[in-house]
């Protein structure tokens, strides 16, 4: 939460009842994520940020998932439910009863508009205040304002009234100023005027915009809020809308990255999640998703082709083609390529994990590697170890997990499966192809020895008329010639 000065006289409503049935799911739509929070998570950081005495949201549709979602991540906030009077002037004169004693401002937002940034909101709660309007209304100028409240003006450019798409005239349909959604109200004259709005119209709802009528007709000061980035504007109703939102969304937050001392090579195919943090010198390449609570640390350079999932990644370390949740990667460190770093992989100092490599559940200690071809699972790996190709920590046994541990300068040859729970003893080595079943002492070298058998001209009899077996005939046949030829020689 911002550390600004508590705003006494503020309250923001968040108007987060509805089911967004155009979404076609079963989540509620202010429940769809984008930059890593839900639409109404991002709406309430912005009214959080703006430091008001109360924040309240108003729930209806699935509201213990609504309502669970808002208080576990701000716990402070007030939940409201709607009844069965539907519309969002009955959402905000609940969201009114819930503050008996509030006499402030009151700011209205809608919980899919997640652009609504903490400077407009700033700015156009001072401008409503500046007015000593009863009202202010954010609007916006749009291209195509199909499914939008149109702003209708009197001669002299004031706010006459709003009107709703279905109750709209063609004349009224052809406006292209809409109602953002976003309002400023002095808090006695909104409860006033509430009280007197009916549900005399299309949808048979208590419409928060009749508010703006009542008041002009009283006489009262209704100001209009022209917004200048009409993107902080926009709203969610279905699956293209929220695309859009998204990606108008990480082009901000990677443009703030960059602004911040970060290269990002294509802005168009690298995602960040406003939840992660970035440092300066970091190189994010194409096709790179940071996501959640990543941490990247300075002069680190993540990509391409790479997705990071609350990971955290040390100063300098490279991360290439790799898919990472949950792992720590440490300063100087290299990942990659194709490379799978499944949750508690710690990776150390200078450490490598390589090429198609997997992990989990696993410590690799500072300047250790597994260079390729490997699965290490429930492991821990001391200090400056070297595990050949295709190395295994075979961890599971059917019904139970077991770790393998590897001490300090241990090296194992290629293809080596250590079968859990075992102890490799600091400094010892393996040999190639060694199944490693029981423990092996410190500084020693653990083989499984089996004497090579070769049983000649089994291809040919076994594999008659193969390709195998006429290759081998005639290298048998110029073997011979080849012998032939040398016992001349020799006699």
């Known amino acids: ?28 739509k202010v429940l769809h994520r984008i930059g890593g929070r839900p639409l109404v998570g991002h709406v309430l950081d912005t009214a959080r940020d703006l430091a008001p005495a109360h ?19 701000a716990p402070e906030v007030v939940v409201v439910d709607q009844d069965e009077i539907p519309g969002t002037g009955r959402a905000v004169e609940l969201a009114l009863d819930a503050l008996p004693d509030f006499a402030g401002d009151v700011l209205v937002l809608s919980g899919d508009t997640p652009l ?39 001669s002299d ?87 859009e939102v998204g990606r108008l969304l990480n082009a901000r937050t990677v443009r703030r990255w960059q602004l911040e ?72 460190a290299t990942v990659g390529p194709f490379a799978y770093l499944r949750p508690g992989t710690e990776l150390g100092v200078k450490g490598k994990i390589g090429t198609f490599v997997e992990t989990k559940n696993s410590t690799i200690g500072a300047g250790s590697k597994v260079p390729h071809l490997s699965y290490i699972g429930d492991t821990t790996i001391g200090r400056n170890v070297n595990l050949g190709a295709g190395a295994i920590t075979a961890n599971y046994d059917d019904i139970t997990k077991h770790r393998t541990e590897i001490g300090d300068e241990v090296h194992s040859g290629s293809h080596n499966v250590f079968v859990a729970p075992v102890r490799i003893g600091d ?11 029981k423990d092996v002492p410190a500084g020693a070298l653990a083989l499984n020895v089996t004497p090579q058998r070769n049983i000649e001209g ?10 195998a077996a006429e290759a081998a005939a005639r290298a048998r046949s110029a073997q011979k010639a080849d012998d032939g030829s040398q016992e001349a020689a020799d006699g």
Request: aromatic share 4%; glycine share 10%; proline share 3%.
């Open 1 to 28: 939460m911002s550390e600004n000065t508590l705003d006494a006289g503020l309250a923001v409503v968040i108007l987060a009842a509805g089911q967004g049935t155009r979404m076609k799911s079963s989540l509620p």
């Open 55 to 73: 924040v309240v949201v108003v729930v209806r549709h699935d509201r213990d998932l609504v309502a669970g979602a808002v208080l576990g991540v």
């Open 116 to 154: 609504a940034d903490f400077d407009t909101l700033t700015a156009f709660v001072a401008e409503h205040r500046t007015a000593e309007a009863a009202a202010t209304l954010m609007t916006a100028v749009v291209d195509d304002p199909t499914g939008y409240g149109r702003i209708i003006r009197e």
């Open 157 to 243: 450019g004031s706010v006459a009234r709003i009107v709703e798409q279905k109750d709209a005239t063609p004349h009224e349909a052809a406006v292209d100023e809409i109602n953002a959604g976003m309002y400023v109200f002095a808090a006695a004259s909104l409860r006033a005027s509430l009280a007197r709005v009916g549900t005399d119209n299309a949808q048979q709802e208590k419409y928060l915009t009749d508010v703006v009528g009542l008041l002009r007709t009283e006489g009262a000061r209704v100001a209009a809020s022209v917004a200048r980035d009409v993107t902080v504007t926009f709203g969610v109703n279905d699956r293209v809308q929220l695309a």
């Open 261 to 332: 001392g970060v290269t990002v090579l294509d802005p168009a195919t690298t995602w960040i999640d406003v939840t992660a943090t970035l440092s300066p010198d970091v190189t994010v390449l194409p096709n790179t998703h940071i996501l959640r609570s990543t941490f990247i640390a300075e002069g680190a350079t993540i990509g391409p082709d790479t997705s990071l999932v609350d990971c955290e990644v040390g100063a300098g370390a490279t991360v290439t083609r790799t898919d990472a949740t949950l792992a720590v990667i440490g300063a100087d």
């Open 427 to 437: 400094g010892a080595k393996t040999g190639a192809g060694a199944v490693i079943r």
């Open 458 to 467: 089994w291809v040919e009899t076994n594999r008659p008329g193969t390709g």
